[in-house]
Each structure stands twice: as structure tokens, then as C-alpha cells.
């Protein structure tokens, strides 16, 4: 073989051997690419829940009426309404309850959610044609609170200053309504503290429980309060076991402002000219409550000269009380009702000789009108001699933690408005 044909052969084998190693490396390259998986599809995401409707109930309509307006089949509504009625008193319902309406991928809703306070709540689940209810297990806290402070124009704004709510001061009011009237005895500067549980869930504040002791200064008078009970019943005593409730209330209104009070010599606003005013009035907005002091039974209701609508009651030992000027009366009341003291037997208004709202009430004993600001009447039963020791034990305690330091005691959230 020539030296030419040497190369040429030389060449060739080189060529065969470059291609050999190609097809060897294609071959494995294809050979793991068959092995590989597929790659897997990729799911379309879940479509998010409908967010829940949520809507106050409002003002004059029903829970079925709300549920009727919002696409409910009457029979279906009639349904859900019974199965929240086994919890739920259908007929104290509040126009600022909320509903949380939950509906499934259709629109149909699957599940109601009815609250009226952050521990209120209940609960109905659809179940074919059938709804099933239940009353949410909230958990909850009391805790005891230390509340203080001066009064400056009246108790309302004294407290709601402090960050608590009205609710408050008509409860510390009310333990003494038998033995002080607020409208006519408060002063500027007096001073009031009490110890009272608030009940939460977790930090929310939800609402108020007991008025364990209370105390209101009064210009250096003390007034002191303290809740007891035992197998006799309960109420708020006096530190020596006295009954604070009696059988008169000192005031016919919960809060108000007495404009005129008892006398034999005032000038009259309307007719002119000195004339006997054997009445206290009470300035408060047309259409404030108003209470009857003592249990008795009406003797009179209806319009009568210048006094306009005018209510009267007969109590015990020759007690009768006049309440004038009323726009209206409440309902039941009738000559020969009885009523219940703290029941309303009318509203403040104008009616009659009277130049602006106001109730004028009178007190009448044995025939004969008397001040009812210098009335006294009987207190009720005192703590009895049964429970003598365990009320002084009790009422020692509460008094140490009242008049202690506030941080002796489980100090909670200030309650939000």
C-alpha cells in the first residue's frame, strides 16, 4: 500500500470512530429522556368562598322578614326561624343584632350566623330541607374592677369620662334610688367609687356583671352599699345590715334636674301671681319614663285641668302619688291596675298649664299634700340574724379592696364605646 492510500485509510477510521461516539451519546441522551416522567398537569386553583353577607336586622321587622328580603322560600325561612327559636328569644330580638349570611359555590345559603353580643351568639346549618341550631360556646371572664372618681356636672358624664358606659351609672345609681336622689342632692366635687365585675371574652369587654360595694360622698355624707345574699334572698345593705331598698323611691325619674320645688308661696309661670306649688318638678325630654315609686293600684288616669294627663296611685299607709302633665300613659294602665314599683305608668310631657317639659310630682299622706323630698318610709327586711357573720366577713373584704389601692385588684381593659 502506497503512502497515500495509507492516509485515506487513516482518515476513515477516524471518521467511523467520530460517528460512533456520536450515536452513542444520542442514543444514551434519548434513552434517559424515555425514562423521565411527564410532567404533571397543573390543577386550576379552588375558587375562594363567597365572603359572608352581613346585615343588621334594623328596625320593625322580623327575622323571617329579613330572610324573605334576602331570597328565602317562605317555607324555608318558617324552617330556619323555629330551629334558631329552640335558643333564641325570637321575640327579643334587637334592631342592632347582626346576621352573617354564608352561602356555598351555588349562592344557596348553607349557614346563618346570629349575634347580638360578642358572646351571644347562635348558629343554624342547613341540612337538606332542614336547618339545625345551636348556641356558640363562648368562653368568658369576670373580672373585678375598681371604678373611682369626682363628679363634676352630673354622674353620667362623671363615669363616661372614666371610660365606662351608661349602663354603669344606671346600676350604681339604682342601688341607692330608695335612700338619694341624684336629681336633687348631688353637688360638684362629690366622690364616688364602687367595685364592679366586667365580664370578657379574651381582651373584648362584653359587659357588665354585678356592683359588688359602692360608695357616693355626698358633701361629707357617706352612702354606702354593699351587695349580699343568702337563703332569705339578697339586695345592698348598709355597712350595719340595713336594707337600702324601701318602700318609696326617692324619685319618680332615673335621671333629671328639678326646676321648682315644694312650696306654699311661687309665683305661678302660667296664671301670674303667688300661689301655693305643693309639687317638685323634674325637667326631662318629652317622652323620658316614668316610674311609679311604690307598688299601689291607680286610682285616677286621665286629663285633669291644669295638670293635664295625670296619673294617681294609692299606696300603703295612706300614701297616694300624682304624676303630671304626661304626654301619654303605658300600656295597662287603667283604674284599678295594680302596678309594681319602677314600673312606667306614663311619659314626661307638656300637657295642661305647663310652659316647657317636665313632670310635676306630688306626694299626698293621710289626704293632705306633703314635701316629698322630706319623706322617710320604712326600709325593707335587714340581714338576718342567720347571716349576720358571714355578711360582716363579706362586707369587710369588699370594703378593704374599695377603699385599697387599685392595684390590689384584677385590673381589665377600659371598655370601648
Do not use: C
Not at 348553607?110 to 347562635?122: E, G, K, N, T
Not at 305661678?268 to 326631662?284: E, S
Not at 299607709?317 to 302633665?325: P, Q, V
Amino acid at each position: 500500500m502506497d503512502a497515500a492510500s495509507g492516509r485515506f485509510a487513516s482518515r476513515r477510521r477516524v471518521l467511523i470512530g467520530g460517528l460512533a461516539v456520536l450515536l452513542l451519546a444520542a442514543g444514551a441522551f434519548f434513552f434517559q429522556h424515555s425514562r423521565s416522567p411527564k410532567p404533571t398537569a397543573i390543577a386550576p386553583p379552588a375558587p375562594a368562598p363567597l365572603p359572608p353577607t352581613e346585615i343588621a336586622l334594623g328596625k320593625k321587622r322580623t327575622l323571617q322578614d329579613l330572610l324573605r328580603a334576602e331570597g328565602f322560600a317562605k317555607e324555608d325561612a318558617a324552617r330556619l326561624s323555629r330551629a334558631l327559636g329552640a335558643h333564641l328569644n325570637l321575640r327579643r330580638l334587637r334592631p342592632e343584632d347582626i346576621i352573617q349570611l354564608h352561602r356555598d359555590d351555588s349562592g344557596a345559603v348553607a349557614r346563618l350566623v346570629y349575634s347580638q353580643s360578642p358572646i351571644d351568639i347562635y348558629e343554624a346549618t342547613r341540612n337538606g330541607q332542614d336547618w339545625a341550631a345551636i348556641r356558640r360556646d363562648v368562653p368568658v371572664e369576670r373580672r373585678v374592677v375598681r371604678v373611682t372618681g369626682t363628679l363634676r356636672e352630673n354622674l353620667f358624664e362623671s363615669m363616661e369620662g372614666l371610660g365606662e358606659r351608661s349602663q354603669l351609672v344606671i346600676d350604681f345609681a339604682e342601688i341607692f334610688a330608695w335612700d338619694f336622689d341624684f336629681a336633687s342632692a348631688s353637688q360638684p366635687g362629690d366622690q364616688f367609687r364602687l367595685l364592679v365585675e366586667k365580664v370578657y371574652t379574651g381582651e373584648t369587654f362584653v359587659k357588665y356583671g354585678r356592683i359588688l360595694v359602692a360608695e357616693y360622698d355626698n358633701q361629707g355624707k357617706l352612702h354606702t352599699g354593699v351587695h349580699f345574699k343568702d337563703r332569705e334572698g339578697g339586695g345592698y345593705y348598709t355597712p350595719s345590715g340595713e336594707s337600702l331598698r324601701r318602700s318609696f323611691l326617692k324619685s319618680p325619674l332615673e335621671f333629671s334636674r328639678i326646676t321648682s320645688r315644694y312650696s306654699r308661696a311661687r309665683r305661678h309661670p302660667v296664671l301670674g301671681g303667688v300661689r301655693p306649688h305643693l309639687a317638685v318638678d323634674y325637667a326631662a325630654p318629652s317622652g323620658t319614663p316614668v316610674m311609679a315609686v311604690a307598688d299601689g293600684t291607680v286610682e285616677q288616669v286621665g286629663w285633669k285641668d291644669g295638670n293635664g294627663n295625670t296619673v294617681l296611685l294609692r299606696h300603703r299607709a295612706n300614701f297616694k302619688t300624682m304624676y303630671n302633665h304626661l304626654s301619654g300613659f303605658a300600656k295597662g294602665v287603667r283604674v284599678g291596675a295594680a302596678v309594681r314599683q319602677r314600673q312606667v305608668v306614663g311619659h314626661v310631657g307638656s300637657t295642661g298649664l305647663s310652659t316647657g317639659p317636665h313632670l310635676d310630682y306630688r306626694v299626698m299622706k293621710d289626704g293632705k299634700f306633703v314635701n316629698p323630698l322630706k319623706q322617710t318610709f320604712l326600709p325593707g327586711q335587714p340581714i338576718s340574724s342567720a347571716s349576720r357573720k358571714s355578711f360582716e366577713a363579706e362586707r369587710d373584704a369588699l370594703l378593704q379592696k374599695l377603699r385599697g389601692e387599685p392595684a390590689a385588684l384584677a385590673a381589665g381593659p377600659t371598655p370601648k364605646r
